[in-house]
């Protein structure tokens, strides 16, 4: 591995997204969710349930000032409320409460580089004095443990989530330093790193601990390649390395505790990460650690882990991922299933497992670009991801079911995970402002960057500028995704410019048509690869024709057999109930016509598609079994994108159809 | 309603099985299951959890002689082991541990009257001895609190079980008085019924209470009958009528008791009986309170009530039974799940609940004979009922799913009720001791008989001896059930006798065909009525062809559309791993031909079908998701009857097969 080859992503302030489509899910985040989450923060929510994230801050704040410490009496347990009346000096909520906050500064300077707004910055700003007042002078900075007891801290890295807090500040504040050039979070980030590298790793007096809920692997990464200081990324590696070798580290934490012992295939740990082959586990977790593999490995050039990334990759996209982009077939433990069990009612496909993946895709495709990493990074991101929130930016999906029948669900306790409408927030915050901060940030998954290469993934319109060999280019691109496939990218260069221009090839289309002038063109791993030399004006045309493709699951996916998938792009499609009425499981799809249709949904036009098929006939007072075939009446079933579904009130939904 | 009209269950000492099929069932019970159920009662299996059951009698009967009582200091809860050492005046076990003794003497009381057994007879009568030892002067007869301390007693009647262990012990006090003259159990029965009749009732002084678990209602109707004290009647009446009534005794308890309110629904006690037109909640009390319900209609001549058996009954069979005769499709309160909600491998189909259903379909033919309830208590008896034990007798499944994928079952913690191949015994030991004191009784459900009518609902081979207006009569059966439909009954008379001989025709059967000579024919709901005069020799001789059928559930069942059950005669089929190899869900039946074919499961013939099929091929290393249809290859599937699985190793198992 030559490190020098792989690319970065677009830095976010040389990007600007103006397509419609995430134009507007952008500006919905902007102007509906980053208030509204600001809110919550700090409890301004009528109705809601308590975060208690800034008041833990102003709380923990105020004990650093007064120089009191509490004595650590124990376990607060995962989450916490007031036992009649609130203390004016206890931690309350959840165990990783502290990163919401960490998460809405991410979405904000994510938010400020693409939409300058100083008001908004002023009260980040003031966020952040809060968040660094509450910094011990060690650098500690977690308000479970500030205000608990530091006596707790590192005690249960498994269940606790004191490195994912830390996961998540470095990621608040490095994007806060790139987009405004301040660094009093960064520096807190960094006292509290270097707290806990102090503290952890194979040294005299460390602990041989590694994060419970990963995503500190991937973040000290970022601090590394933010910093220059190399430390981060050694201490990232030392946690990738350390994860699940024996003893485990979290069964001897649990003895110490007198705690019992729990599944370490949970958190990833059952053993060591380069022996790793199967997706197991927590979704989200698998997710942010192999993204932190991915980056060690390239950043170091580890083939043996960079092996595991593509080991565990392939387990995912082979036998555990959703049509939708989702992952995580399982409530129980919010996890990955076995291969190829991906029920479609009882799914899990929890929207932060989505994000995750286009996480764990982006670092792949930096490594290697290959068309079929790009192609399971947009069907997340285009489906699941965006699923999770309603179009209007006021309510979100935790789970994303591929079929529901909202009235068994409700009565079906085994579906209690399932909701049948999106919920407007939730106690524990993780899918709103994580969506959030993706979906901001949507320039980073859409291009990387290498020294002589700009690579184009996914294609937003907008535009990217760029060094390409220590010259300044900039692309200008129209879009139609993922309505149409024609795409026009023209080239900006006050001098010309000599580099490669690469752009995927969706694996959905096959006859993709690509025009691009007086250049050499080579396909590699479903890139085109447009080398030469580039001068202002020149344009660049793409063509992906968007059939309308009827997928089947491989057969051994039991919950699909006889049934399939409609795509059509980047979009994966389902029936609701809207359109079609009840008992979508009747309808059988005869392949005879499909029409596009242009539909509004929630005001906004996508394309829909309308579909020759058979409805089975229920007859009155039919009995339970009988030898009769069932009759059934031709029809058509109207398909829309599965991202938009639930917008038009509660219905039925399917993905997969008979056939 | 005349309940003059209403038959009884032939008297078990009256019939005999002799054909080879429900013989060899009977012989295994008794001679594998009988005795292995006395040594687990007793704590002498080595390596199994102990039952505690005789001992608890033991212990009370010292406390009862010694005259202590121990003062109640609280719940033990539903199941209690020694902490540290056992102590010699401690109850353990579940809380209806007392039960199982019952069900054991129960099965005993039918095995002597089929097959005398002085050894048999003698360890019964000791056991007996030791468990009246036990009874309170008072009558009282529950170890849990005599034990445990009497003033808990009638203190939680909703999730604890004296009236489900009196309904137990007077379904055992009955039998053994039928089998063998003595009254000694009977007795006692007597008191413990007149103990719970002084304190539960509508009187002054008296608890509004009723079973958290029924059995009772049609165990007091049969002490009624065997004793022709109207009092139990009447009690039966008094659990029917109150249960559901507002304000709810169970709340009211649980409010006195400091306990938590739950869904009533469970225990069928959300609203009054004679309302309920749905089938709710854990599925075996279900089962039981509908059996007593109809118990007290049929001879109460309760119009009310008997419409709501009506109404439960079409519920039932209308919307939540199994193809194989199971209900409760979900394990969540081991419960029916909502209207055509019949997930195959996540199934409960509890063995107790089909046994429950038998219970249930017989009273409602004692009241009113029609083919298509006698066909759903042969569906239940010749398939889930029996497929709960091993045909060795040696082991017992409790879940009786309709799909079983043993390495992904193992896995889902989804699916943990659901094991892939039949267990030892049970700590809970309610489906073994029920499977025999059901298929021991077999003669009760084959034949009722009214004062001029018999009536044959099952084609079991054997033999039947009743009053015909008044004169002896006895049917010699010689029947191909399960396998042919072949059926020849012989009339034994000393004289001639006028009457009806009914025979149902199963529903299943299109074209039977019965010869009879010179009698009258009339046929009602599915029973053909011969009535005349009746003379020694005289030969009935019954064809019911049993055509290979292919059933389809009602388009409602989301879980079985595009999927077919095969049926044949009585049967319900499945497809086996050991026949066909791993991935059944790959087959698709084509319809195109059906061969019968004789095969061996553990030793005994069973009739196979062999039948044209189509098996998706799964290629090497396929994608998860492809626009290729699969290719199929021709070949054969090979189906058992469903009671016959898992008996050659585990694998897998599916009774629904696409087509």
Known sequence: MNSKEFSNPAELKDTRISDSFWRGIQETVRTEMLPYQWAALNDRIPGAAKSWCMRNYRVAGEMIRSGKERHYAGDYGFYREPEGVEQPDEFYGWVFQDSDFSKWVEAVAYSLTLHPDEKLEQTADEAIDIVCAAQREDGYLDTYYILGGMDGALTNMRDHHEMYCLGHLIEGAVAYHQATGKDQLLRAACRYADWAAERLGRGEGQKRGYPGHEIAEMALVRLYQ??????????????????????????????????????????????????????????????????GMADVARLTGDESLLDACGRLWKSVVREKLYITGGVGGTHVGEAFSDPYDLPNDAAYSETCAAIGLAFFARRMLQIHPKAEIADVMEMALYNTVIAGMAMDGKSFFYVNPLESVPEHVKKDRRLDHVKTVRQKWFGCACCPPNIARTTLSLGAYAWTVSEDTIYTHLYAGGEIKAK??????????????????????????????????????????????????NVSREERDGYLYLSGEWTDGQEIRLSFPMKVRTVRANPNVRADQGKVAVRRGPLTYCAEEADNGKGLHLWRLTGEKTEETEMEIAGRKVVGLKMSAMKTVVPEDAPLYSETEPEEEAGTLTMIPYYAWDNRGEGEMSVFVRV
């Not at 990324?233 to 007198?258: C, H, I, M, T, W």
Request: proline letters at 4%; hydrophobic letters at 35%.
């Open 226 to 291: 933010e910093t220059g200081e190399k430390k981060y990324l050694d201490f990232a590696k030392y946690f990738v390395d350390e994860r699940g070798q024996s003893p485990n580290y979290f069964d001897l934490e649990a003895e110490a505790r007198g705690a019992k012992k729990t599944d370490l295939s949970y958190n990833q740990a059952h053993i060591p990460v380069r022996e790793q082959s199967e997706a197991v586990g927590h979704a989200v977790r698998a997710m942010y650690l192999y993204a």
């Open 468 to 517: 390409m060999n220590g010259k300044d280019i900039r692309l200008e691109i129209q879009s139609g995704f993922p309505w149409d496939g024609n795409v026009k990218v023209t080239v900006r260069a006050e001098e010309p410019v000599s580099g490669t221009l690469a752009f995927r090839l969706p694996g959905w289309c096959e006859n993709s048509r690509i025009e691009a002038g």
